[in-house]
DNA sequence: AATGAATGAGGATTCATTCAT
DNA sequence: CATGAATGAATCCTCATTCAT
């Protein structure tokens, strides 16, 4: 009764139960290359190795895809970050040493930096979303930092900034090294460089620019 | 409906040469709201007081309008601020003070905002105008940026640094601070901030967030 | 979850034999209510009870639901009716209004209005299916009604009118109180009202609307 | 500059304002052929004379098409007929005569009776079109003719009975009529039958299929 | 120059039907 | 027998583009 496998008859395999997470992973690619809008439904399907009409046994429509991104990519992005820095005590520097760190290599990885971009490219269009995006990872992850940074003035590790502000000065960079290299393609000379743009940052950020030692003396004060 | 073109009239005349700027006013508002696939011709020229077939007239197509944009966009922009530095002489924490502050004063201004935050966005589907974006205003500036450091290391004014890196913590956090607020709105507590974020940006920048070698002598003990 | 297929088990037992006739009811009931088009063949399967897959173990098609529900209805309404006809004698009045009480009340029946409704509707799209019911039910009621009411006339029971337009003056106020009440919900004041209808009805028929040869004189004129 | 009309080219014609009348009675023809669902917006075009997107133009959705539908075909129906009966007094057997001609002659048109059997067909699917037509054809007509059948019993002109239910004894053979014909083409023998049918059924109503003048006498009176 | 009606290719979504399990 | 995942043709609707006026 069952006819022989003919291997040019592709049709109707059943693949694992994986596949929602195989529509997404192509949706995403499409969506972060190609914006949502001009993304076709078949192609994220042809891309996932299934049909057009299949793509819709999984997700109800085309925005619930971009739902489905966000809400898959919330919990471990915030949890891997939020551990490292609860655990800081002492001398904040470490703790941000290894928080930039370990961001900058999670970031590294194209998988993980493609919901970010894609937030970054989409927000306009699905404020609820971005919404989301604030509510579940900034609105966790910053008031973390702006605590430690707030307890570093306090026990005098730091000077006395504006915590909410710094944390922009701490995370900036990063995110500028990361823009330039995905918008335009622009990579520092010499090789894989976000481990340098780190180590350059981290010294830049806890010592400053200037050498002066004796600050007030700077104008005109060199040998 | 319509009254007679006087040409003494001098109310309430459209003027045909301002035209194709005020379409791409218009195409740029809505691209950078809704995105390019997303934002109808229609819309653009109902928001530019023209008719949908006008717009016709002075762009041959919907991706026209984006290239003109950033076209448009690319004399000033990169005018205004290599001027600045290329005055520069002595310490360049002067001038990166200056070009800090005019820059973020500029971005403050959502019309010069707008080109950048379309072309982040955009970037992905039209690499070629990236591209032109890319060689004209970057390729102009930061080896400019590059040089004033290079400089002022060579000079003894800073610390030996990266000068490709550096760039991106001088910069990265008003980027990360214009995202932020454009993304997810998300403005410090206190008011009007890109001042206050640039000031705190240079203590950091320059002196460093650590406050001596000798963290824990700190309270109280500078003399 | 399926407990085995136990011959001796009454309980819950799902009678093979019984399915497509349960399929039929289903999709009856959906094709009435929503039409032959807007009816999906999952929702027939679910309110049958059984998987969309195993309606086709029955019917090779959807359209084929529609032949099995015209022809599993045909036989049953068309002999009932005419059996009572086919004894009549003598004054064709009592006949009528048997099979006049007796239609009303078949009719009163959803199940058996669910049919013709079906018919009215989807007559259209599938004139042969129409045609069978035409030559099946109608062309076998109607000329025996003519002939009832030929025969009536040619004995002096009735007036001498044309029998065949004659059946519509008999059957239509019926057909008219259904269309009125399932179309547009339109029963009249005063609770079920088939049969009053079919009374109230009778009386015109048989002895007219006028009361009699000379109006005027009718006020409390009769002995 | 205007290029040679080629009688190749069709494209661009322009032509009267009627157009959204074309396009409903496109629509209306196709519905009721075919049923709403099983209508292709295309085939509504094509034979509008139109393309596709040009009924979009005019409606902003099939749905929207019944609505117009309906929403076109109200106030004519209505109003010829019941500017007839406002007149009326004296023996309402007139009116009623006069009405039924009327509406027999205006349903003899298949313009006139499409949007009737439009609804007929589809008033389970658009309940809220239903209930327009209810509310402003039915609501309206029905009140006029049980006040006129009333009024001839209180006037002795007509036997005491439901004006209510007497309503579908006047109409309901001319529905009956309508139905055999339209939907499964059965016409009598002997042409075009509507009049007959009319006059045949005038006769009935007024004064009874039942020979006898003395009632109660009936039952083997006949000489 | 300006308009906007008209076009039709293109894309999201639905659903009858198939068939591996 | 029964299932329901998978398919893809079919259909509604959108919108960039054209061109008669």
Redesign the pocket.
Known sequence: M??PHLPGSP?????AEA?PDEVLDAALELFVRNGFSA????DIARRAG?????V??YF????ALMEGLVRRAITPVTQGALALIGKSSGDPRATISMVLRHLATRLGDPATLAVPKLILREAPSFPEIAEVYKSEVLAQALPVFENLIAKGIAEGYLRPVDPELTIRSIMGPVLAHILLGEVFGLAPRGGPSMDRLVENHLIILFDGLGVAQNPGAEKGARP
């Open positions: 069952t006819p049709k109707f395999r059943r693949r596949r993304t076709r439904v078949e299934i049909s057009k009409g299949s819709y046994l109800p429509s085309k925005k």
